[in-house]
Structure formats: C-alpha cells, structure tokens
C-alpha cells in the first residue's frame, strides 16, 4: 500500500450525527474530539508524516456564541487526555491559522501543548484553528511583499511563505459527512491531492474507515498532468 506522506481531514458532521441521537450539537464536538485521539493514532501507525485537522474556519466565527464557546474549550479537553500519549508516540503538535484571535485560555493551552512536544520528531499532528485557505494565500502573499522590493510574486514564493510552508503536499484529503466542498480548507495546498469523501459524520470515522481511506488514495493513479 502507498502511504500518503501529508493526509488533511475536514472534520465534519458533529452537529448532525449529534442530532440523530437527540443530542446537543456540543455533545458531537466531545464525541468527535475523542475521535482525533484515534485517527491520529492509526496515522502514525501506517507511517502517515504530517497530518492536518480541520477543527475551526474562519467562518465558523458565524454560529451561536455558545457553540463558539464550547468548542474553544475542546483544545483543552483533548491535550489534557491525550497527551501523555502524544509524547509517548513522539507526536508533535503545530497549528495552521491565525491563533492569535483564539480567546487566551485557548491560545495558553495550545502554545503549552506546542512547547511539550515540540522536540518530539516524529508525526506533526496539526490543527487547522482559525484557519481559512483564502486567508492563508494573502497571508504569505502579504509576507513576501514584507520582504520588500517586490515587483512580481511567484508560485515559488506563496509556497515558501503559505502556512504549510514546512510539510510535504497534502497528498490525500478527507471530508466526513458527505458534503462535496473544499469549506476554505487548504485552496492552494489542494491543487493535485487525492480527495476521499466519506459517507459517515466525523464521531462515527473510525480506524477502519480511515484505514479504507488510505486503501483508495493507494489505488488511484496521480499524474500531476503529465502522462504515465
Ligand atoms: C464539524 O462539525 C466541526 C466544526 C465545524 C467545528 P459541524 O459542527 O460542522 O457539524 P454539522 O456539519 O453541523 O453536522
Ligand atoms: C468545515 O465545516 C470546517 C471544519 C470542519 C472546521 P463546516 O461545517 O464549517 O463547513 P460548511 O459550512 O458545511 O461548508
Ligand atoms: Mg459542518
């Protein structure tokens, strides 16, 4: 099996597989933080390198201040269970997104969980946190521009100053919940990885389905354009 290096995850479907057990919508996010745990683990287990998490857009800012609560408070719930075991699988735990707008209780547990793992060498675990792929394109077209004496930009240059500047291509992306859009996650990362949607919300994801996932990016042929 070919296993991809970069695998990114849409997260979605919390709120609609809550509802179908007459749940709250916040009950979905527990659920489904919980679920990181898993997956992250069954990608370091197949050699996955980098995996990235969609856990927050910059659109999701648009819902109900209490669900915007509630899911400030899951990057807490989530390091102190598992983070024991992140440092025992050297898992390290980085951030796309501007975090900065996260409230500071958030940011002080994210950045506390950066610093803990942040010699660990093994797969990059990273949470997409006031992430949007429009915003992350202006970001480093903004960035080079701040190197001054620009007079044009290359593909060269977004690559090198985008967020993902450190990790290989997203070879595979997964979304959860049978919703066919990219909902402003990676724009300029996404341009030749495999896309995988799932027909199942994100809480009910689990190992063998992400372990079919990787199963189906293995059988497609990539050709970036050219011809085999
Ligand atoms: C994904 O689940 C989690 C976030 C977007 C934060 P949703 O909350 O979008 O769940 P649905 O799509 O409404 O079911
Ligand atoms: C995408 O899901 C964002 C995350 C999973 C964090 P949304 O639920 O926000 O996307 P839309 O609104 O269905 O496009
Ligand atoms: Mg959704």
Not at 40 to 64: C, H, M, Q
Not at 117 to 126: A, C, F, I, P, Q
Not at 176 to 187: A, E, G, K, P, V
Request: proline share 3%; aromatic share 10%.
């Amino acid at each position: 099996m070919v296993i991809p290096q970069h695998v990114a995850i849409i997260m979605d479907g919390n709120g609609r597989w809550a509802k179908k057990q007459n749940k709250p919508r916040s009950y979905g996010h527990l659920i489904g933080t919980d679920n990181v745990r898993n997956i992250a683990i069954k990608a370091d287990e197949l050699g996955v390198k980098v995996l990235t998490l969609y856990a927050f857009s910059t659109e999701n800012w648009k819902r109900p201040k209490d669900e915007i609560d509630y899911l400030m408070s899951l990057p807490a719930v989530f390091i102190d269970k598992f983070l024991k075991e992140l440092m025992e699988r050297n898992i390290r735990i980085e951030t796309i997104g501007d975090i900065s707008a996260l409230p500071v209780n958030t940011l002080n547990v994210i950045r506390r969980a950066m610093e803990k793992t942040g010699s660990n060498d093994g797969m990059v675990l990273v949470l997409a946190l006031n992430y949007g792929g429009r915003s992350d394109i202006v970001q480093a077209v903004n960035e080079v521009i701040k190197a001054g004496n620009v007079t044009s930009i290359s593909e060269q240059d977004i690559s090198e100053n985008i967020s993902t500047r450190n990790y290989p291509d997203v070879d595979l992306m997964i979304r959860t919940s049978l919703d066919y859009r990219i909902s402003n996650f990676l724009l300029w990362q996404l341009s030749y990885s495999e896309l995988v949607f799932v027909d199942c919300y994100w809480p009910e994801f689990d190992e063998k389905r992400f372990l079919a996932a990787v199963e189906e990016y293995s059988s497609r042929q990539r050709r970036f354009g050219g011809l085999l």
